[in-house]
C-alpha cells in the first residue's frame, strides 16, 4: 500500500468516510444552530431570529456554577473509572492469556455484565446496599458504636456504589479489547527479553507496556466516553448526588427553551478543548519518543 | 523464597484477574444473584413477597401457546427487539468495514489516523440526553432533512416517516453504534501484515479477491468483537427505540424498566433473566462458531 | 453511549414533570443550591440545617432555597431526577434524602415499603387550612369527582408508622401537598380550525397521525378511558380503578386506532409534550396547564381546551423519610411551615400550578395576579411569570376559568389501580401491537 499514487478506491472510500462523518455530526449541526435562536424560538425549526440569547440566559441565570459541580463530579468519578479500567483490563488480559480454572467464566461474565439490561444491574446495586447499610446499622446497635447510631446514613455513594455501576458497564469493553491485543502479542519478544535476562516487571514495563500502549489510549477513552454518558447504571446506585447526565436528564424534561442546546454547544466546545490538549500532549510524547528511536507500539492503536 | 516464588508464578494469573473478578463479583453477580431471586418471588399490587413461584415467568409467556399463531406480547416484542439488533448489527458492520478499510488502509500516517477518529468521536461528547431531543429538528415534520428535500423538489410532501419510525430508529442505532464497530476491525486491519496484501496482488488477485479472502479472514476477530458490542447493547436498549420510535415500538428493554417504574421488581426480574439467557444462547451461539477467545 | 438511559415514562412522570416553571432559567438557577463535590458516602453527620430535597427539576427553584435560607437558615440541596425515579429512589435508597416531592397516586405503592413517616399535623401549622380538595375531596362545598386516587383517599395514615390509609382525618398526614392542577387536552387551533369540546376527539380520524397520549401506562389510560366514555363506547364505575374487562376493552380500542395510523407518537414527559405540539407533529393531545403556556410562549397558537367531561387531576406533596430525626427533623418541618406560609405557594401560583393554603398564598399576591390566575377574571395587567418574563398581556383570561370552576370539574384523579400488574401487561402488549 505504498504506491505514490492515490487509487480511484481511494476517493470513493474517503468520499463514504465524509459522508459517515456528515451523519455523525447532524445532531451536534442541529444543537449547534438552534442554540443560536432568537429570544422567541423554540427547541425546533424554524428558526426565530439569530442570537446569542440563549448563551447569555444559560451565563447569567442558569447557574453555571452548580451544573459546574455536576460537571466536576462526573468528570472525577470519569477519571477514576478510566484509571481502574485500563488498570484492572491489563492485568486481567494478562491473566488471561492462561486458560485457568475459572477463566471462562470470568469471561463470560464480562459478557453478560454487558448484556443485562442497566436498570436493572442499578436496581441490583441499589437492593445490596441497602442490606448493607442495614447490616451496618445493626451492628451499630448491637455493639453502641456510637457514631454509626448517631450520624451514619448509607456508603452509598459516588465513589462507592456508584464507581462500582460505571466499572461493570466500562470493564468489559477494557476486557474485550485487551484479550484481543494480548492474543496478537508475539511471545518472542517477551522470550528474547527473558533470555536477555529481563525480570517480568523489567519485561512488563519495557516490553509490552510500550507495545500496548496505543490500545490502552482507546481503552482509557472508551471507559472515559462511557462513564462520561452513563445513565441508566448510575440512576439506582449513584447515592444522593447526581451526575451530569442524571442532572441534565432532570433539566431536560422540564427545559423547554433553546438554553438546553445552548448548554449542549458549550459543552461540546470544552470536550472540543479537552481533546484537542490531550492530542497537543499526545503528539509532544510521540516527538519525543520519535527522538529517542523507538518505533515500538507503531501501527497499534 | 523459592517455593513462595514458585507459587506466585503458578498462581500469577489468578492475582492478575482478582481485581476485575472482584469487581464483578460484588457489583455484578451478587446483585444479579438478587435479581434472579426476586424473580422468583410473589408480589401484589403494593408489596413484593419472599417466595418461590413461577408465575412471573408463566407471565410473561402469558398467552404464548393459546393464541397461536397468532405472537403474544413478548415473543412479538422479541422478534421487534430482533429486528432491530439484526438490522442494526448489519449497517454497522457495513459501514464500520468500509470505514475501517479506509482509515486502514487508506489513511498512511498515525497521526492523521488519530485525528481522523477524534473527529468521529467528538459528537459523542456532546450529551446523549440533548443529543436525543436533537433528532426532532432534524427529521421531523418541519425539520432540517424535510426543508432540505423539499427545496430540493425531491417531494412535495413533509415526508413523515422520517421520524418515529422503524427507519428513525435503525439511523439512531447506526449513529450511536457504528464505532463500536470501527475500532475493533480498525485494530484488527492494523495488525494485517501488509506484506500479505501485497503478495495477494502480486499474485493477480483482484481488489475483491483480495478483501473476501484475505482482508475479511483476517479481520473476523474485530468482526466477532464489535458484533457483540452491537448485539448485546441492542438487545437491551430501550432509550433509542423509545424516542426514535416515538415511544410506540416495542422493546425488551422498555418492558422491563416500565415494570421496574411501576416497582414491579419480580416481574421485571423475570424479564432480566430471560432477555439475559436468551442473549448469552447467541453470544453462545457465536463462540460455537469461532472461539472467540483465541480468534480476539 | 450509554445505551440505555431512563427516559422517563415511570408513573410518576404525570405529575412531576408538569410542574414545570416556564422558564429554563429558573430551573437551571434551582441548582445554586446544590453543593460543590460531594462523591463520598455521607458517613460523617451532616450539617443538621442542611436539607436534601429529593423531587423533579420542576418545583426546585433557586428562588425558593434562596429565600428558604434568607427566612430560617436552613441550606436547601436540590437533587433533581426524573419523574419515575423519585418513586424508585423512595423504594430503593431511602437514604439518600431528607425530604421528598412525590405524587399522591403513588403512596399506595411506597406507604407499604415502611419508608416514609405520617407526618404530626400538630406541628404543621396550617394543617386546619390546606384546601378541602386534599382533605375532604370538596371545592367550595361541592363534591368533586374521586374517581382514581383522590388525594383524600390517601390523605392520612392510621398512625405515625401506619402502612394503612385512615379513611376519616387523624394526626398523621402522608404528604403536605406542594402543587396540583387538573389535565385535559391541548390542541392547536390554528390547525385544527374548528372548536374542540369532548374528550372523543382524541380518537377522531380526522386527527390521523398527528393525535397523542402519554406514555405513561396509568395516566395514558386514564386519558383513553375519558375518550371511550365520551365517544359512548363503554361507561366506567370508576376510570382510575378499572376491572380486567375495562381494561380489555380499553386496551383494544388503543390498539385500533394506533393500528389505524392515529398516533404520531407517545411522550412521557414534559419537554417531549412541548415539542411535539410546538413543532406541529402533533395537534391534539392529553397535556399540562403549564406545557400549553410553554408552547404559547413560543408564539405558537395552543389552547388548553376544557372540555364537558371534565378534567383527569394530579396532586404532589412533601414526604419525610421514616429515619429522619434529631435536629433535620426539626428543620424539615420548619421548611415545610415556612413552604404553606404564602410566599412559596404565591410563587407556585404564578406559574400556573395551584398551592396548598390558599388564603396565605393570596397575600403575596397582587390583587390583578389573583383575579387572573385564581379567579378566572381577564388580566387587568401584563401577567409576568416569576422571573420576570411575560405570560399574558393584558386582557387574557386564563383557560379553564377560575379555580372553583377548574377544581370542580374534576373527574378522575391520577391512579394506582388493584388490577395495576395486569394493567401494565397489557398495555405493553398495546406497545407491541
Known amino acids: 500500500?505504498?504506491?505514490?499514487?492515490?487509487?480511484?478506491?481511494?476517493?470513493?472510500?474517503?468520499?463514504?468516510?465524509?459522508?459517515?462523518?456528515?451523519?455523525?455530526?447532524?445532531?451536534?449541526?442541529?444543537?449547534?444552530?438552534?442554540?443560536?435562536?432568537?429570544?422567541?424560538?423554540?427547541?425546533?425549526?424554524?428558526?426565530?431570529?439569530?442570537?446569542?440569547?440563549?448563551?447569555?440566559?444559560?451565563?447569567?441565570?442558569?447557574?453555571?456554577?452548580?451544573?459546574?459541580?455536576?460537571?466536576?463530579?462526573?468528570?472525577?468519578?470519569?477519571?477514576?473509572?478510566?484509571?481502574?479500567?485500563?488498570?484492572?483490563?491489563?492485568?486481567?488480559?494478562?491473566?488471561?492469556?492462561?486458560?485457568?480454572?475459572?477463566?471462562?467464566?470470568?469471561?463470560?461474565?464480562?459478557?453478560?455484565?454487558?448484556?443485562?439490561?442497566?436498570?436493572?444491574?442499578?436496581?441490583?446495586?441499589?437492593?445490596?446496599?441497602?442490606?448493607?447499610?442495614?447490616?451496618?446499622?445493626?451492628?451499630?446497635?448491637?455493639y453502641e458504636v456510637g457514631w454509626i447510631q448517631s450520624s451514619y446514613t448509607t456508603i452509598m455513594g459516588l465513589f462507592t456504589s456508584g464507581l462500582g455501576a460505571h466499572l461493570t458497564w466500562t470493564l468489559p469493553f477494557g476486557l474485550l479489547i485487551m484479550i484481543a491485543v494480548f492474543n496478537r502479542l508475539n511471545p518472542a519478544y517477551e522470550e528474547a527479553a527473558r533470555d536477555l535476562g529481563a525480570s517480568p516487571w523489567q519485561t512488563f514495563r519495557f516490553v509490552i507496556l510500550p507495545i500496548i500502549t496505543p490500545p490502552l489510549i482507546g481503552v482509557a477513552m472508551f471507559g472515559f466516553t462511557l462513564s462520561w454518558d452513563e445513565l441508566a447504571r448510575s440512576s439506582q446506585a449513584i447515592g444522593a448526588y447526581n451526575t451530569l447526565p442524571m442532572e441534565l436528564r432532570g433539566l431536560t424534561t422540564t427545559v423547554t427553551t433553546p438554553a438546553i442546546y445552548a448548554l449542549g454547544t458549550v459543552t461540546t466546545g470544552i470536550s472540543f478543548a479537552v481533546i484537542l490538549s490531550a492530542m497537543a500532549l499526545t503528539w509532544l510524547i510521540r516527538r519525543r519518543r520519535a527522538r529517542h528511536g523507538s518505533d515500538a507500539g507503531k501501527g497499534m492503536v | 523464597m523459592r517455593a513462595i516464588q514458585d507459587f506466585f508464578s503458578r498462581t500469577l494469573a489468578y492475582w492478575q484477574a482478582a481485581p476485575m473478578a472482584l469487581v464483578f463479583g460484588f457489583f455484578f453477580l451478587l446483585p444479579l444473584a438478587a435479581t434472579a431471586m426476586v424473580s422468583f418471588w410473589e408480589y401484589t399490587e403494593y408489596s413484593i413477597e419472599p417466595a418461590f413461584v413461577l408465575t412471573n415467568y408463566s407471565d410473561a409467556f402469558d398467552g404464548c401457546i393459546s393464541s397461536l399463531p397468532d405472537l403474544c406480547t413478548t415473543f412479538r416484542t422479541y422478534l421487534s427487539t430482533l429486528f432491530f439488533c439484526g438490522g442494526t448489527w448489519l449497517l454497522t458492520l457495513i459501514i464500520g468495514f468500509t470505514v475501517a478499510w479506509f482509515l486502514a488502509f487508506h489513511v498512511r500516517t498515525m497521526t492523521m489516523q488519530i485525528v481522523l477518529f477524534t473527529l468521529c468521536t467528538i459528537p459523542f461528547w456532546t450529551s446523549n440526553v440533548i443529543r436525543m431531543i436533537s433528532w426532532i429538528p432534524l427529521l421531523g415534520r418541519n425539520g432540517l432533512m424535510n426543508q432540505l428535500l423539499l427545496s430540493?423538489?425531491?417531494?412535495?410532501?413533509?415526508?413523515?416517516?422520517?421520524?418515529?419510525?422503524?427507519?428513525?430508529?435503525?439511523?439512531?442505532?447506526?449513529?450511536?453504534?457504528?464505532?463500536?464497530?470501527?475500532?475493533?476491525?480498525?485494530?484488527?486491519?492494523?495488525?494485517?501484515?501488509?506484506?500479505?496484501?501485497?503478495?495477494?496482488?502480486?499474485?493477480?488477485?483482484?481488489?475483491?479477491?483480495?478483501?473476501?479472502?484475505?482482508?475479511?479472514?483476517?479481520?473476523?476477530?474485530?468482526?466477532?468483537?464489535?458484533?457483540?458490542?452491537?448485539?448485546?447493547?441492542?438487545?437491551?436498549?430501550?432509550?433509542?427505540?423509545?424516542?426514535?420510535?416515538?415511544?410506540?415500538?416495542?422493546?425488551?428493554?422498555?418492558?422491563?424498566?416500565?415494570?421496574?417504574?411501576?416497582?414491579?421488581?419480580?416481574?421485571?426480574?423475570?424479564?432480566?433473566?430471560?432477555?439475559?439467557?436468551?442473549?448469552?444462547?447467541?453470544?453462545?451461539?457465536?463462540?460455537?462458531?469461532?472461539?472467540?477467545?483465541?480468534?480476539? | 453511549m450509554s445505551a440505555d438511559n431512563t427516559k422517563g415514562s415511570g408513573k410518576n412522570s404525570g405529575g412531576y414533570s408538569r410542574r414545570t416553571i416556564l422558564r429554563g432559567s429558573a430551573i437551571f438557577a434551582g441548582f445554586a443550591a446544590t453543593a460543590a463535590v460531594r462523591g463520598f458516602p455521607a458517613v460523617k453527620a451532616a450539617d443538621a440545617t442542611t436539607l436534601r430535597y429529593l423531587g423533579t427539576a420542576v418545583n426546585q427553584s433557586a428562588d425558593i432555597a434562596k429565600k428558604v435560607k434568607e427566612d430560617l437558615g436552613i441550606t436547601i440541596e436540590y437533587v433533581p431526577v426524573t419523574t419515575d425515579e423519585v418513586t424508585k429512589r423512595i423504594i430503593t435508597q431511602p437514604n439518600s434524602f431528607d425530604i421528598v416531592d412525590s405524587e399522591y397516586f403513588s403512596l399506595k405503592n411506597l406507604i407499604p415499603s415502611g419508608n416514609l413517616m405520617g407526618m404530626d399535623a400538630k406541628k404543621i401549622k396550617y394543617a386546619d387550612k390546606i384546601t378541602s380538595v386534599f382533605t375532604t375531596g370538596t371545592v367550595n362545598g361541592k363534591t368533586i369527582g374521586d374517581q382514581g386516587t383522590a388525594p383524600k383517599k390517601v390523605f392520612y395514615l392510621e398512625g405515625q408508622y401506619s402502612k394503612k390509609f385512615a379513611s376519616s382525618p387523624t394526626e398523621w398526614i402522608t404528604l403536605i401537598p406542594t402543587t396540583y392542577n387538573a389535565d385535559t387536552l391541548g390542541i392547536r387551533p390554528d390547525l385544527i380550525k374548528r372548536p374542540i369540546e369532548h374528550w372523543s376527539e382524541l380518537l377522531n380520524p380526522e386527527f390521523k397521525g398527528k393525535a397523542s397520549i402519554l406514555n405513561i401506562p396509568s395516566i395514558g389510560i386514564m386519558d383513553a378511558a375519558m375518550a371511550i366514555e365520551s365517544a359512548g363506547i363503554h361507561k366506567y364505575a370508576d376510570k382510575g380503578n378499572m376491572t380486567k374487562e375495562e381494561i380489555d376493552l380499553t386496551i383494544k380500542t388503543l390498539?385500533?386506532?394506533?393500528?389505524?395510523?392515529?398516533?404520531?407518537?407517545?411522550?412521557?414527559?414534559?419537554?417531549?409534550?412541548?415539542?411535539?405540539?410546538?413543532?406541529?407533529?402533533?395537534?391534539?393531545?392529553?397535556?399540562?396547564?403549564?406545557?400549553?403556556?410553554?408552547?404559547?410562549?413560543?408564539?405558537?397558537?395552543?389552547?388548553?381546551?376544557?372540555?364537558?367531561?371534565?378534567?383527569?387531576?394530579?396532586?404532589?406533596?412533601?414526604?419525610?423519610?421514616?429515619?429522619?430525626?434529631?435536629?433535620?427533623?426539626?428543620?424539615?418541618?420548619?421548611?415545610?411551615?415556612?413552604?404553606?406560609?404564602?410566599?412559596?405557594?404565591?410563587?407556585?401560583?404564578?406559574?400556573?400550578?395551584?398551592?396548598?393554603?390558599?388564603?396565605?398564598?393570596?397575600?403575596?399576591?397582587?390583587?390583578?395576579?389573583?383575579?387572573?390566575?385564581?379567579?378566572?377574571?381577564?388580566?387587568?395587567?401584563?401577567?409576568?411569570?416569576?422571573?420576570?418574563?411575560?405570560?399574558?398581556?393584558?386582557?387574557?383570561?386564563?383557560?379553564?376559568?377560575?379555580?372553583?370552576?377548574?377544581?370542580?370539574?374534576?373527574?378522575?384523579?391520577?391512579?394506582?389501580?388493584?388490577?395495576?400488574?395486569?394493567?401494565?401487561?397489557?398495555?405493553?402488549?398495546?406497545?407491541?401491537?
Open chain 1, 1 to 142: 500500500m505504498s504506491a505514490e499514487r492515490r487509487p480511484a478506491s481511494f476517493y470513493w472510500l474517503a468520499a463514504f468516510f465524509a459522508l459517515f462523518v456528515l451523519f455523525l455530526y447532524g445532531p451536534v449541526i442541529t444543537i449547534v444552530t438552534l442554540s443560536f435562536q432568537g429570544p422567541e424560538g423554540g427547541l425546533t425549526f424554524p428558526m426565530r431570529g439569530f442570537s446569542t440569547y440563549w448563551f447569555s440566559k444559560l451565563w447569567e441565570g442558569i447557574g453555571v456554577v452548580d451544573i459546574g459541580a455536576a460537571l466536576r463530579r462526573s468528570a472525577a468519578l470519569g477519571v477514576v473509572v478510566m484509571l481502574l479500567t485500563v488498570v484492572f483490563s491489563v492485568l486481567a488480559g494478562l491473566g488471561l492469556r492462561q486458560r485457568f480454572r475459572g477463566s471462562g467464566i470470568l469471561f463470560y461474565v464480562a459478557i453478560a455484565s454487558l448484556i443485562v439490561p442497566s436498570i436493572v444491574v442499578s436496581l441490583g446495586i441499589a437492593l445490596e446496599f441497602r442490606i448493607v447499610d442495614d447490616s451496618i446499622k445493626a451492628f451499630g446497635d448491637a
Open chain 2, 152 to 296: 430540493l423538489g425531491i417531494v412535495s410532501q413533509p415526508q413523515e416517516w422520517l421520524l418515529y419510525s422503524d427507519f428513525s430508529v435503525l439511523l439512531a442505532f447506526v449513529h450511536l453504534y457504528t464505532f463500536f464497530m470501527v475500532v475493533p476491525i480498525f485494530n484488527s486491519m492494523m495488525r494485517i501484515d501488509r506484506a500479505l496484501i501485497e503478495a495477494a496482488y502480486d499474485a493477480g488477485a483482484s481488489g475483491w479477491q483480495t478483501l473476501w479472502n484475505v482482508v475479511v479472514p483476517l479481520t473476523k476477530p474485530g468482526i466477532t468483537i464489535g458484533s457483540i458490542f452491537v448485539i448485546t447493547i441492542v438487545m437491551g436498549d430501550f432509550v433509542t427505540i423509545g424516542i426514535m420510535g416515538g415511544q410506540q415500538i416495542a422493546s425488551v428493554g422498555k418492558v422491563i424498566q416500565t415494570e421496574i417504574s411501576f416497582l414491579q421488581f419480580p416481574a421485571a426480574a423475570a424479564n432480566a433473566v430471560i432477555l439475559l439467557i436468551s442473549v448469552l444462547l447467541i453470544i453462545v451461539g457465536l463462540t460455537r462458531l469461532v472461539d472467540i477467545r483465541k480468534e480476539l
Open chain 3, 255 to 433: 390498539i385500533e386506532a394506533k393500528k389505524a395510523g392515529q398516533f404520531r407518537a407517545f411522550w412521557s414527559d414534559f419537554n417531549e409534550s412541548v415539542n411535539l405540539m410546538a413543532s406541529g407533529e402533533t395537534v391534539i393531545q392529553s397535556m399540562w396547564s403549564p406545557a400549553v403556556t410553554a408552547v404559547r410562549s413560543k408564539g405558537i397558537p395552543c389552547t388548553f381546551q376544557p372540555l364537558k367531561e371534565g378534567y383527569r387531576a394530579w396532586a404532589s406533596g412533601f414526604g419525610l423519610p421514616k429515619t429522619l430525626e434529631g435536629k433535620k427533623l426539626d428543620a424539615a418541618y420548619d421548611f415545610v411551615n415556612w413552604f404553606l406560609s404564602g410566599w412559596a405557594g404565591a410563587y407556585l401560583n404564578r406559574q400556573g400550578y395551584y398551592s396548598a393554603v390558599l388564603e396565605t398564598a393570596k397575600e403575596f399576591m397582587q390583587p390583578y395576579e389573583w383575579a387572573y390566575w385564581m379567579e378566572g377574571k381577564p388580566a387587568e395587567q401584563d401577567i409576568h411569570a416569576p422571573d420576570g418574563s411575560l405570560l399574558e398581556k393584558a386582557g387574557a383570561v386564563r383557560d379553564g376559568g377560575s379555580y372553583d370552576t377548574r377544581m370542580g370539574a374534576i373527574a378522575c384523579w391520577n391512579a394506582v389501580m388493584d388490577e395495576n400488574a395486569y394493567m401494565v401487561r397489557k398495555w405493553n402488549e398495546f406497545i407491541a401491537a
